[in-house]
């Protein structure tokens, strides 16, 4: 059975206020993140934020997940506010490897044809 209509649009509106509270934090490699999805589980009490990670090496990228970390307590305040939720969902970041796949699989496709 899927996700409940409810979570789905929870999903939906946090994809749409966490990009707003990243883009007014102090630090310039979380301002600038794109979120790429928001997937909570059934209940809706957890969700995982997946984020954009083009322009980060791995460094960095551990670095920003350093900074995300501190800052949940803040971004699910700003989510509480925007939203109006009894509670907002316990977040966590993660940065998305599906772009990723999908270039390389798009190259391999691109090989393939010129053979």
Known sequence: MGKSIKVQRKESLLKEIIPEVLSQMGDGRIRGLGVVDVVCSRDGSDAKVYL???????????????????????????ALKATGWYKVPNLSFTFDDLLEHENKMEELFDKIKKK
């Not at 670095?63 to 699910?76: E, V």
């Open 52 to 78: 954009e990670k083009s322009y980060l090496n791995e460094n960095e990228q551990k670095q920003a997940l350093k900074k995300l970390k501190q800052a949940r307590g803040y971004i699910q305040s700003q």
